[in-house]
């Protein structure tokens, strides 16, 4: 079995919880990037600081109602935003807006800042 490691003293980002981050690169609220750890180490690591460490099993936290998927942010650019203009004309709303919006690929998303955490 596998866990993650909640850093307590870390808190929260919004209500998520703060993991330990893979190859000891800090914490991450993302559990893309949260470091997966044996039993083994689990235990090396929260028997040393009880209070601060916290395990949790991967598969509880991977398959729990609490899982959600959201978006941050600070990973998106308004550029992506439609604008739809409606002009009123003759008593009824009109799209004067007449271009697609633009396509969105992985080329040409914005690369997301480095983690801060």
Not at 3 to 10: E, F, L, M, P, S
Not at 49 to 54: A, C, Q, V, Y
Request: aromatic residues 12%; hydrophobic residues 30%.
């Amino acid at each position: 079995m596998k866990y993650y490691i909640q850093n307590v003293n870390a808190g929260y980002l919004g209500n998520a919880l703060i993991f330990w981050a893979q190859n000891s690169n800090g914490y991450t609220a993302d559990l893309n990037k949260a470091h997966q750890f044996t039993w083994d180490e689990a235990h090396k690591i929260c028997t040393g600081d009880p209070e601060k460490n916290k395990a949790w099993p991967v598969n509880y936290i991977d398959n729990s109602n609490g899982m959600q998927r959201i978006v941050d942010v600070q990973y998106l650019s308004t550029t992506h935003i439609v604008n739809f203009k409606m002009e009123l004309t003759e008593g009824k709303y009109k799209n004067t807006q007449h271009k697609d919006p633009p396509t969105v690929s992985r080329n040409n998303i914005i690369d997301p800042p480095p983690s801060r955490l």
